[in-house]
C-alpha cells in the first residue's frame, strides 16, 4: 500500500520540485534544533518556504502555490511517519 501512495503523490509532483522535499525536511530538523520558533509554528514556515521556492522553481505563482503544498505535505507527513514508526508503544 505504501508503494501505491507514493507513487501516486508523485505523479503530482513536478519533477523539478522534488529536491525542494528534502530541503524542506532538513529545514525542519534545523528549525526544530535551534528552539527559535515554537513547534506548532514549524510546518507554517516549512509551507512558507516551499510555496517559496516552488514559485522560484516553476516560475509560475499558481503552479507554484500547489507544487509547494504538496512537497511541504510530503516532507511532513514523512517527518511525522517516520516518527511514530521509532515510537515503542
Do not use: H, W
Not at 2 to 12: A, E, G, K
Not at 16 to 34: E, F, R
Amino acid at each position: 500500500m505504501d508503494l501505491i501512495v507514493s507513487s501516486t503523490l508523485f505523479n503530482y509532483i513536478r519533477e523539478n520540485c522534488l529536491i525542494t522535499v528534502p530541503v524542506l525536511y532538513v529545514m525542519g530538523i534545523l528549525i526544530k534544533n535551534t528552539n527559535i520558533f515554537k513547534d506548532k509554528f514549524i510546518p507554517a514556515l516549512l509551507l512558507f518556504a516551499g510555496i517559496m521556492m516552488c514559485i522560484i522553481i516553476t516560475r509560475s505563482f499558481q503552479n507554484g502555490i500547489v507544487q509547494g503544498i504538496l512537497c511541504t505535505g510530503t516532507a511532513v507527513l514523512g517527518n511525522q511517519m517516520f516518527k511514530q514508526l521509532r515510537k515503542d508503544e
